[in-house]
C-alpha cells in the first residue's frame, strides 16, 4: 500500500463513519420529532373536532329551542292543528342554517319534515317517514316531560338513507308535553365543517366499526377503501370507552401513507360514537428522505473535502518522500551528483539534508579513493612493466651465464674445488632462471596474455611429475608427499604445463612452510552434486604452520608474503625459506585462465603446533574425446 493510500484511507474511513452515524442519528431525530408533531397534531384536530360537535349541539339546541318556544307551535301541536304548527315553524328554520327540521306531534305524528336542498331551499318530506321511530324520539315521548333533557344521537334518516346528527328536545305547553322538534345535520355536511376547523381528515364509525362518514372524500365511492378504514368492534368498544385519544396503525389508501388517532364522539357527557382524525404522512416521510438527502450531500461535500486534503496532506508527505526515494535510487544506481534539493524544515527536509550532506560527503570520498585507486593503477601498471623489463633484461645473461656454468660442471677435469664452485653457480641460477621465468608468468597473467594449451592428461602423472622435482628437498626435510585417489580419476583436459606449475608452487610452499618430518597430502575428487557441470577439485593440505584468517585471501596477491625477510636467501625448500612472493599469484592466474577457482583453509598460523593448512583448486571438468 502506497504512503498515499496509507494517509488518506483513516481520514477518509473516520468520515465515512462520521457520515453514516450522523446521517442516521439526525435523520432519526428529525423523524422521531416529525412524528412526534404529526401525533400532537392529531390530539389537537381530535380536540377541535370535540369542539366542533359542541357547537353544532349549541346551533342544534339554539334552533330546536327557536322552534319550540315559538309562539302557537306548541298549542298547535297539542290542538292537532298541524298546518299552524308547520307554519309558524318552517320560517324560523328558513332563517337559521338548519339541514333538517321535524316536528311531532305527542302521539308520535309527524307534523312536520323538512331537508335543504343543495340550492338553499327546503324539501318538504312527505309524512310520516318513520323518523319518529328513532330511539332519540321514543325515548323523549316515553319520559312525557316538557322539562326533559335534550336528546342527541347518530343515526341514518329514513326519508334519504344518510347518516344525520340528530338533536331532539321536547316542545312544552303549560299542560304537558306537546311534542318534539328535531334539528339534524347530515354528516356530509357536518364532516367537511369539522375537517375545516381541525384542518384533519375526520372519519366517523357506526357500533360495529364501520365507516358512517369520512372526509377522505375520494375514497368514500371507494367499497374497498371504506373497507380498509373500517375497525374492529372490539377497538370501536375501547375508543368508545377511552378518556383519551388513542393512536391507531398508519395505513396506505390510494398510495398514500396516513396516520390516525381516535376517540369517542362526545357530546355533554353523552358518548355518541368513535370517530378518527386522519393526517397524511407524507409530510413526515418527505421531510424525514429531505432531511436524509440534506445530509447525505452535506456529508459526501464534507467527505470529498476531507479526501481532498487527505491527498493535499498525503502530498506534502509524499512528494518530499518521493524525491529522496528517486535520489536514493539514482544514488545506488552510482549517480553521486544527485541531491534531493529538500529545504523544508520539518522531519523530512532535516532527513533530507542529511542525506544530502552524506552524499556529498560520500562523492568527495569516493572522488578521492578514485584518485587514489588510479595513482595506484598508475603505480602497478609501472610496476608490471619493470618486472616485465627486468625478467626480459636479466633473462638473456641468465641465459648466457647458466650456458657457460652447465658446460663449466660438465668439465671432467675441473678441479674439484672449482667443479663444486660450479655447481653451486649453477643452483643459484637456476633458481634465478625460475624467479625470472615466474616474474615473466605474472606480468603475462596481469596482461592476461597467458595462454591455456589444452590437451588430455592424467592428474596421478602430473603429480609425479612434481614429486620427481621436490624428490631430494622432500627427502632432505625428512617430509612425506602422498598422492591419494589422483590415479583413479578421468583423464581430463586442461594446459598441463600451466597445472604444473600450479602443483609446482603449492608443494613448494607445503615443503617451505612445513617442519622437517611432516606430511603433505594431495587429493583429488570430482564433484557433481549441486554444481551446474562437473568440476575436479584437488586439494594440497599439509601439516605446517598454517595462515592466518586475515592472509588467507591476500595471499594471492603478487608480492605478498608472510616470510621474514631474512631467510629469503636460504633456498626455495628450507623451512620458512620465503621467497618472491608470485607463486599463488600465479597459481591464481592460472587456475583463474581455466576457468576456476583456488582457496585457502587454515585454522590459524602457530609455529609450534603446526595447525596445517590446505590448498583448494578446483575446475570445470573437461573430459577427453570419447
Ligand atoms: P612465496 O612463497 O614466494 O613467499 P607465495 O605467493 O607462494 O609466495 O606465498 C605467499 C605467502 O603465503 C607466503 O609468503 C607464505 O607466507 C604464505 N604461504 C603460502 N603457502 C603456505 C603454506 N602451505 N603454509 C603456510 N603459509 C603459506
Redesign the pocket.
Known sequence: MSIRIKVIMPYFLLTLAVAIVGTYVVTRLVASSLSERLTNQLLEAGRVVSDGMARQEIKHLETARLVAYTRGVAEALSGGDAPAASALAEPVAAGLDTESLVLIDRQGQEILHLIRQADGSFQRIAVPSGISALAIVQDLLATGDPKAMPRRGIGQHPADGRYYYFTAIPVAAQFGMTGVVIVATSLDTLLPYLKSMALADVVFYGEQGQVLATTLVGQLSDGDGLAQLSIAPDAYQEALLASNMIGGENFTLQGRWYSLARSALKVGNERLGVFSTVLPLNFVLQAGSASRNTYVLIFAVAMAAVVTIGYGVSRLITVPLGQLVRTSQAITGGDLSQRTGLRSKDEIGVLAATFDEMTANLEARTAELQKTYHTLEQIDQAKSSFITLAAHELRTPLSLIKGYTEMLNQDNELDPDLATLAHGVLDGTKRMVEVVDGMLDISRIDSQTLEIAPALFNAGMLLERVRGEFARALELRSLSLNTQSLFELPPMVADPEQLYKVFY??I???I???PDGGVITVTGRMVSDNVAAPEIEFA?Q?T????DPQ?QEP??E??????EVQFHSSGKTKFK???????????RGVIRAHGGRIW?E?PG?DDVHCP??C?YVRIPFKAGPG
Open positions: 608452487h603449492l613448494m610452499n607445503a617451505k612452510y612445513t594440497v599439509d605446517g604452520i598454517g595462515i592472509h595471499i594471492f603478487k608480492f605478498y608474503q608472510l616470510g625459506g620465503g621467497g618472491p612472493g608470485l607463486g599463488l599469484s600465479i597459481a585457502v587454515s598460523r596445517g593448512s590448498f
